[in-house]
């Protein structure tokens, strides 16, 4: 089993639509957990991190839930911009710092 | 702040030989870098873990013959593949960790995109 697995997509949905991405993570030691955001053949890019409490950052909003190991993210009103594969990422602590990024799911937004 | 540059960004080049991947942290001392490899449509793996000062940790199956990680300094390291071939094609990136600011946050260069002919 893959330590982060989400859906691949892609999903393909209409200007101004809302989208929600769901994520699992398998290791219960995680500690840090984020969205990241990649554009094709570019580096990826932090969104936002995501904590047990939720976050809202404008159109977008991160939830996490511990005890079901599974991060969620929901773009709302979502723009042509948004198009780009978004990234699940569960960290894990100590001096290494290390984080698993999950497989990404392709989002595309047309007119 | 927290700007990680990668050089080059595109190398092309002949079977057997040797590419040098540099890694800086431009406004940062960097704890810690990670190289990651990159092949289409798959996700990020995480190649090795590279503190300043001591020897990388590479994750399982990464070859450290191979792939030669060196950190000389909080704001440098540099991954060289070496004796290329062709399936080391691929995408590499680098990332580091901001000494004394969030945990966890990696601050990703551009990526070097290799290919090798």
């Known amino acids: 089993r893959k330590e982060v697995e989400q859906d691949p997509g892609p999903f393909n949905v209409p200007e101004g639509a809302t989208v929600a991405f769901n994520c699992t993570y398998s290791n219960s030691a995680s500690q840090s957990f984020f969205w990241y955001r990649q554009d094709c053949r570019k580096e990826p890019k932090l969104l936002m991190s995501?904590?047990?409490s939720g976050n809202e950052d404008g159109r977008f909003t991160a939830q996490l839930n511990r005890a079901s190991q599974y991060i969620s993210l929901l773009i709302r009103d979502s723009k042509l911009s948004d198009s780009a594969t978004y990234l699940c990422v569960v960290g894990f602590e100590g001096s290494a710092s290390k984080i698993i990024f999950g497989s990404g799911t392709r989002l595309s937004i047309r007119p | 702040g927290a700007v990680v540059s990668q050089h080059p960004s595109w190398v092309i080049c002949k079977s057997g030989t040797s590419v040098k991947i540099e890694c800086r942290s431009l406004d940062f001392q960097a704890t810690t870098m990670f190289w990651y490899r990159q092949f289409p449509k798959q996700s990020l793996m995480l190649m090795a873990t590279?503190?300043?000062?001591?020897?990388?940790?590479?994750e399982q199956g990464v070859e450290k013959d191979k792939f030669l990680i060196n950190h000389a300094s909080l704001t440098l390291s540099t991954l060289t593949v070496t004796s290329a071939h062709p399936e080391d094609s691929s995408f590499y990136i680098c990332?580091?960790?901001?000494?004394?600011?969030?945990?966890?946050?990696?601050?990703f260069g551009a990526g070097t995109r290799l290919s090798v002919l």
């Open positions: 990332s580091a960790t901001n000494r004394g600011v969030a945990k966890n946050i990696q601050y």
């Open positions: 590279s503190n300043e000062g001591s020897k990388a940790t590479y």
């Open positions: 995501v904590y047990s």
